[in-house]
């Protein structure tokens, strides 16, 4: 089926520390979502972009949708402990009535 | 608003036993769908509605039936639970049109099929 493929899978951070990761198709995408996940709870969405090229910011979260709509990233600038949980990405393609694809997900820890 | 609520929030069954996962939202939201989450894995979509009365498949249907006879409810029915239905199970709801892709996911129901 359809996938997403996300990285890193895993990363630790220390606070301060500003944090990227992305997500890539081999096919095109309308809508890019990004979602965070803590544990034992459901996904909450952070940023939606539905432009390629579009650049969104949510506080200290900053999000582009890809020129060529297969790929898109997020960035945390100034990480805080709060941060750490787990991002999914999720991609949308035309005529899919909402239906996302979900990327596995990149796994933010505090460093040790 | 509670927003999207799922009931039970565990649940352990026999192999072989049927059961009910329940999901409502008072948002007035006219899409609504099913995600199970495995460990290391993305959100996969099970079903899903845009509205009352419509009801399609998502990516893994097989095992899992649903119907949508309010706008607020969305009930998910395991007709006879096998081990691979050992998941975490996610109900979200989102407005139809372009923002249909902004969904509202509840906590989750955590299934275990022994």
């Known amino acids: 089926g359809q996938q997403l493929n996300q990285s890193p899978q895993s990363m630790f951070i220390q606070e301060g520390e500003d944090v990227s990761m992305n997500c890539t198709s081999s096919s095109i995408f309308n809508t890019w979502l990004w979602y965070k996940q803590d544990p034992g709870e459901g996904p909450v969405l952070l940023i939606a972009l539905y432009k390629a090229g579009e650049l969104t910011s949510n506080g200290r979260l900053t999000a582009q949708f890809g020129i060529t709509r297969k790929d898109s990233f997020l960035n945390i600038s100034a990480s805080i402990p709060s941060d750490v949980g787990i991002y999914f990405c999720a991609g949308q393609r035309g005529g899919s009535q909402g239906n996302l694809i979900f990327g596995k997900g990149t796994k933010l820890s505090v460093k040790p | ?114």
């Not at chain 2, 099970?46 to 399609?56: E, L, M, R």
């Not at chain 2, 199970?89 to 129901?109: D, H, K, L, N, V």
């Open chain 2, 1 to 114: 608003n509670a927003g999207v609520t799922q009931t039970p929030k565990f649940q352990v069954l026999k192999t072989g036993q049927s059961m009910t996962l329940q999901c409502a939202q008072d948002m007035n939201h006219e899409y609504m769908s099913w995600y199970r989450q495995d460990p290391g894995m993305g959100l996969r979509l099970i079903h899903y509605s845009v509205g009352a009365g419509i009801t399609d498949q998502g990516e893994v249907p097989n095992g899992y039936n649903v119907s949508r006879s309010t706008t607020e409810d969305f009930p998910l029915r395991l007709l006879s639970a096998a081990p691979s239905q050992t998941s975490v199970y996610f109900c979200a709801s989102s407005i139809a049109g372009t923002s249909a892709y902004e969904q509202y996911f509840g906590p989750g129901t955590r299934l275990t099929v022994t």
